[in-house]
């Protein structure tokens, strides 16, 4: 007898809990709605679902996620545009997915973070050395010594050459630092991590 397989290579076919385009069509003519606005579906379903309303000579419109739309007419209207998107609960407070708490999140989960804190006098002179504090980064890289010392001696490195106009501007000063940070961590253990530099002056 054969078999005849039919799968989805060619992207012709969808199954789901869609109603096929004759269906589609009795419950238009069977509601006679004013306005059709088609709401489930991907995108093409409600385009496809658009073409059908205005075949059938009824009002439609396609609105997608934050558009708003003025029904009070005999057709509808764009009237305008609002913030749409996922949201979480980070503890107590809401936050947007895009407004970069989760973003900066995932980045720390995938690379580390580093702490780099150095100390410098009123005339601009580092009191001691730059320390790092490390988190969720792997303890030795590829000298075998310690990441922690190896990006404080480069640190220390950088600071005992820099010049006075660097050591003088805090954001010139924690965007070396920064720099020399990822890209040591890099060497060592093909990572580049989140850094927060605090530096801090103290006065006479």
């Given amino acids: 007898m054969g078999v005849d397989v039919v799968d989805d290579s060619n992207g012709k076919y969808h199954v ?19 306005i059709v606005i088609p709401m489930h579906g991907e995108h093409r379903h409600l385009r496809e679902m658009v073409k059908i309303a205005r075949g059938n000579r009824f009002q439609s419109i396609l609105a997608p996620n934050g558009m708003m739309v003025n029904l009070s007419g005999n057709e509808p209207a764009v009237a305008g545009y609002v913030e749409t998107g996922r949201t979480y609960l980070d503890g107590s407070a809401q936050v947007g997915a ?12 995938l ?18 050395e730059p320390w790092c504090e490390i988190m969720g980064l792997a303890q030795t890289g590829r000298s075998r010594a310690p990441l922690v010392d190896v990006l404080e001696a480069d640190l220390n490195q950088f600071i005992n050459r820099a010049s006075e106009v660097t050591l003088a501007d805090d954001d010139k000063l924690e965007q070396q630092l920064k720099k020399i940070v990822r890209q040591t961590a890099l060497d060592e ?16």
């Fill in 111 to 128: 690379n580390g973070h580093v702490t780099v804190t150095l100390i410098l006098d009123d005339e601009n002179e580092p009191l001691g």
């Fill in 98 to 109: 895009l407004d970069g708490v989760v973003r900066d999140r995932i980045r720390m989960a």
């Fill in 16 to 34: 789901s809990g869609h109603a096929n385009r004759p269906d589609i069509e009795y419950m238009q003519k069977l509601v006679k709605p004013q």
């Fill in 189 to 204: 253990i093909g990572k580049k991590p989140e850094v927060t530099v605090v530096i801090s002056r103290l006065s006479a």
